[in-house]
């Protein structure tokens, strides 16, 4: 681990000012990691968790929820407020890592942490560290993605970034000295337009709050996660829902798609066919068949395509009973 | 110590047949009666090291710090294979703060495993040592060893067992890829003849990965010279196999080397051997002339201080319609690493099941990656895994039920050798077993289940040695005032020894158990014993303990006749007192007697018996599964485990449960998520931290019934206990995996059986 110099930061301006060579922390629960394994060697370190303004929680009604990027997973998921209106955060929450990473670990952190590719994580020196070859293509690919990929293959870590996607907030982002709104989909980007990030931040411009509107009356949202082990795993793959059904058909609804690209994974064929599909369950099988057609696997991972068709299936099932 | 004489005495340590001749006590001790009958024996007795543990008191390895001590770290290999041409630490040596950079060029060469040394300027694995430093700090050494500038001609390397056997693979050793040049094989009967006997035959290739020990305390060592006399602290399951490896390597005699380990979090093998490591740190100390520790991180453990070698094993079995077997066959291959260490695995598929034509070929093949060590019944896992497999698929074949076919094919005799057992209760562990799963419940018909979540019952046979046996000694001090120090020659890795040792004390001399203390894992102070592994540890230590404590009795008793001018067999032992039986009045307590002969601190030593001859000693059971597996995901739950084992006398029931509790963990662990992952076209591991290399959590973890149903084994000593360590650890994998097949109709033949391998074989089975 390289030395730095740590400063707690003042405020949003002095904070975003300081760009190079220097990292911005939040609970730290990943950055410190990548430090200690020389993966980042900043020279300073900038903590925001000084900003207290950046941790508040709050729900106006008609509006939606306003989520400081400070706040804390398990502050999300404590939310009284988050608890009565917005319950498929909590369940997102939940499958996090574990309650000691929750506790320290920010929702703007969770949203912004870097990939976990394994030899990204190694003393691989690969596309997205500056390197010119991606390990994964003819390697261990079993937990790459199977679609949206090249040419870096990684999934997007994030839990929280899928249903957020499914919710479609925003983010509000402090950039050159003023705040700007930026929708969720349009803030992760693919390895095409950058491998070496994830985001559309530039250095020096920090998050500071999801805002996540009403859930329309009506709808039903859901968040899956399957991950190898019982706890303290990240996602193989995951799936963010929001459904709205009447009776025989749906309405309107979106899927959102964890563990499979680069980004949270929005499968526009399939959504397309949300509006207006029946609601049986030889249609909702026929329409989970049709997720992903597009995909492309790796060499060891077209399970993962079987894997979301089944918990689509159950989950459109699940959701539209009663 | 009383009447001695010598023995050829044989015993399995860690699937290597030990022979020598012994030193053992002439005198038998009397069986001891049914652990009922027994007072403190048996009992659920906490540990008696539970009090230091939970409150942060103990003191592990890490948490020596001596005055002025300097911290080190090992420069490691990032090649799979490479030769050093050249070595700069100038640099390195120029940071502030460091004290010393030792490399094979400023120590002189330390022979390590076969042709190689300490630090070899042939690198055969990742990971493997070419330098260390001492600094005044641990950060200070880290940054130094990103300072030793290293030239190296990379060699063409290979990391997968199967392509390394290979003609043409980069050789690793001079003499080619396989361990010994040739194949482990043995042969009875007429494995053709037998095929031709059958009327059903399976033929499967089954394969298990690589799995890495992982304790939790990481090894460390901590070396301090005195003069020419070093003390080494240090995370071992082996002082006196460190203490010759230390000795060896630095050149000193064995008197001048102390070895103290105190606690220790958990070892499963990989902390059997003496560690380069701590050479290191020895060497570290006398160069700089202070103090030294070394502590090995996560990365490091899963790189270099051993693993479970994996396999390939293609079994070949064939049974009448009426069940019984008429022949098997096994060819395997599996992974030594970069240096020897056994990757056979065939022994319980040559002795477990009845079967007159049996045929095993078995290769260990050098790899370029890190060196195997013994884990937690190194073979057995992998072997039963496969075998019990096999012989749920050929059950299946003649629509048989797995266990009756089991009980078709039950040997009462070891194959192998073709002697008896001392002791063999499989037959009750079956059933014991079986009642206690609900093996009636089970699919008559595998996968015939409907809807999402398939469950299944299946089971796997465990055999393993685990009778222990000479040389083990242990010596006993009573001392005046009714307190007692047990000194034995072994060393507690977590399972419990300080507190059984304590039992079996209190047992005989009938005093508190808090008024006994135990002195372990102190090369300087304890008698000799042998290394914890092998299960060898209670049915080693424990009939020494009874000895010692038997003459220590026998001493009183001899003592107190004198004193009272009483005849010895007019006198009974109780509670320390020793008295007349003609004539109660006349008693005396063992405090007085001391005073009287004026002993303030008496003194036995006593000795592990010998095994009988002509007979096998083996541990058995049966482990039963109860699982779901999910077939949307492939994802397996195991629900319930049921452990029935015959393992001689149970010494402590909590302890007992604690050993099945870790060993059905690391089953579920290897069965379903573990392994280590090398990447082909780098020779690199991918799986060198805890998010990566998957353990089981708590979360992970059925709900665990352990049956007994063994009470001691009087051939095998005076305290008739058997090891329990590995037996826990065999079968949970095999009995798994049969759950998961009769569950799902579908056999998962690779493990770890993860949600991929379940779904895609799900899916392409549907
Ligand atoms: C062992 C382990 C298991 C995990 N499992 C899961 C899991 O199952 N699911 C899951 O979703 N996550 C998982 N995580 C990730 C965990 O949730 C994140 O580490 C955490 O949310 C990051 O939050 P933090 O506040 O600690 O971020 P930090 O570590 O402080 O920062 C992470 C990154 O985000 C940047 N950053 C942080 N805040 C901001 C901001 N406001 N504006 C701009 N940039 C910012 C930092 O510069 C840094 O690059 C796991 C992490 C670990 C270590
Ligand atoms: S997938 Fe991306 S992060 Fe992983 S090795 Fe390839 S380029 Fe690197």
Redesign the interface.
Known sequence: ?KNFKYIPAESLEKASQKKDDSVLMAGGTDLLGMIKDDLLTPETVINLKSLKELKNIRYNAGKGLEIGALATITELAENSDVQKRFPVLVQTCKEIASPQLRNVGTVGGNLCQRP?C??Y????NCLRKGGDTC?AV???N?FHCVVGGGPCYIVHPSDLAVSLLALDASLEIFSNGKLKTVPIDDFFILPEQNETKENILEPGEIVTKIIVPEIPAGSKCAFIK?K???????A?VSLGILLNTNGSTIKNGRIVFGGVAPRPWIDTALNTKLTGAATDEKNLKSLADSALLEAEPMS????KI??VR??L??ALIDLSKN | MANTKFIKSEFFFEEDVRESVAEVPVDKHQPWPENEKLKVVGKEIPRIDGYDKTSGTALYTFDINLPHMAHAKILRSVWPHARIKSIDTTQAENLPGVLAVITHKNIPEIKWFEDSFLFDTKIRYEGEEIAGIAAETEEIAEKALKLIKIEVEELDFTVDPGQAMKETAPKIHEGGNIVGGNPFTYERGNFEEGIKNADAIIEETYSTQVVVHNPTEPHCSVANWDGDKLTVWDSTQAIFTVRGVVSRALNIPENNVRVIKKYMGGGFGSKLAGGKYTVIAALLAKKTGRPVRLTLDRREMNLAVGNRPDSVQSLKLGAKKDGTLTAMSHYAYGSSGAYQSGAGCSWPFRTVYQCPNVKVEEYTVYINAGPGRPFRAPGHVQGTFAMDSAIDLLAGRINMDPLEFRLKNYAEKDQVYNIPYTSKKLREAYEAGAKAIGWEKRNKQPGVGTGRYKTGIGMGTQIWWGGGGPPAYVTLKLNRDYSVEVLAGSQDLGTGTYTFVAQVASEVLEIPMERISVILGDTGVVPYGPPSGGSVTSPSISPAVRDAAEQMKQKLMKAAAAVLSLKENDLVYKNGTVSSKSDPSKSIFLSDIMGKINEPVLVTTGAREANPEGYMIQTFGAQFADVEVDTLTGKVRVKKIVAAHDIGRVLNRTLLENQFHGGIIQGIGFALMEERIIDGNTGKVLTTNLHDYKLPLITDMPEIEVIIVSEGDPMISNTGVKGIGEPAHIPTAAAIANAIFNATGVQIKSTPMTPDKVLMALSQNS
Do not use: H, P, T
């Open positions: 681990m976990r394994w030899y994580r190694g003393e691989f390990f003819d390697g261990e079993k399957f190898e082990r019982a706890s303290w795993d990240f193989v060891k991972n077209d399970y079987i894997l089944n918990l299936k159950q």
